[in-house]
């Protein structure tokens, strides 16, 4: 069975980098919500739910029946698998990582998935492991090290204990991808399997910070803030609705594991959005970097519309 029905390479690419652009500035909302002293519990909350607010007003637009599974075990695996341990585990494990690590470190992590996943793809989905995709990663890999600056040497931050957390970001995103993409073969709009998978992050993470809690310590924190945080959160929503829904629609067009190689912007968008936001001077290593990376997408683009991959 021919499993990319809407077989566009150039559309799965795009949809990729949209995504992977939009979760490299996640750092600027993070540092914001950090520096105004909004709670640990209160940044893992937020993603999910506002990832819900989204896709779950879509799918009442679009088309309210799709959110009757023709499967009930569909449920268990969209809620509780999807969503309410390996979402979960990455959103939670993700703001961990940033208070035990460089965010260089976390960002590695973060985009190793991609190598995890292919031996998940070739495990669950018996996907081949072809050269071009080993040369994908590679290439990948190597710019986005350059970017970070790893050649230069460690700073002495990396513990015993962020190493934990950026393996287990590495890991658990991987098989969310996966999961991903098992539902996607299963013909269940993206929006949908958004909604319930943040449902059942919401409903792990309620057990010790509901939504309720949140709203609390939001509406405490607007009376020195004010209308500038309800801002940032506006956009912020605007922002996580774009990462998260155009790296699941990607699956439509190109599998998982050249989805997730796309990521490899992530770290050169956050790269730039420094140097323009904060003034950081981008090195000739850097740019090395970028040029690496942006290749690897272009070597990537080419191999899926020739289908050679």
Known sequence: MELFKNRKPMAGILLGCAGAVTTGIFGIFFNYFDFIGLSESGRTILTPFFVFICFFSVALIKNPKSLILKNKLLYLTTIFVSGGILYATYNYTYVRAIESLPLAITSLFNFSNAVV???LMRLFFNEK???KKVVCCLIS???ILFVLEIFSGGD???TAAGIFWGVSVTVSLAFAYTIDYFHIQKEIPFYVIQTYTCLGAMIVYSFNYSIPDLFRELGSMTVQHGAALWLVLLLYFINVAISYGAT????NFIDASYTSMTYVLEPTVAAAAGFF???QRLSAVQIIGMVISVSAIVYMQ???SKGKG
């Open 302 to 304: 080419y191999i899926e």
């Open 248 to 251: 699941t629609a990607a699956y």
């Open 156 to 158: 002495g931050d990396v």
């Open 141 to 143: 890999l190597v710019g």
């Open 129 to 131: 492991i072809t050269v």
């Open 117 to 119: 996943l292919v031996l």
């Open 277 to 279: 936001l904060y003034g």
